[in-house]
């Protein structure tokens, strides 16, 4: 059996660090096999917000979406661990939290589609690409 041990990068967005719930969201990572590798709590500007969401640019809620990301602090992590990107994915839920299945973070947090609580890296070109957003 292969181990395919991966880096992915997580954001605790602000509808989740507003409710004090950083503590309780990186212990569901940690429970599932995920280790925290570097963590801060950081707020970016619009623009950042733009650049780092800059593949929905085409999609309506794209402005929204920059603005909210902006609005207030966020927790941005690197989290490794085996198929971490989809481990963590699956731990997140569905977009919208309506949808969510149950006991994912999305779905225990989640306010609404866009105050969706976590980001979490949807592919290894991605999960590069975000980590070196924040981290390098
Ligand atoms: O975050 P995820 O990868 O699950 O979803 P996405 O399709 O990549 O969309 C990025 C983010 O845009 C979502 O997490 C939502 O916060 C927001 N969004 C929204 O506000 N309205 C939509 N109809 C779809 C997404
Ligand atoms: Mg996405």
Redesign the pocket.
Known sequence: MSRKIEQTLSII?PDAVERNLVNEIKEIFLKNNLIIKDSKKIHITKEEAAEF?K??QS????N??CT??SSGPIVVMILEGENAILNN?KL?G???PKDAEEKTI?KLYGI?????S???S?SMENAKKEIEFFFK
Do not use: A, Q
Request: net charge positive; aromatic share 14%; charged share 30%.
């Open positions: 967005k969401y593949v929905h999609k309506p809620f794209y929204d979406l909210y990301l994915r997140m569905s977009t919208n999305r609404s589609i866009d105050k969706n976590v980001h979490g949807d």
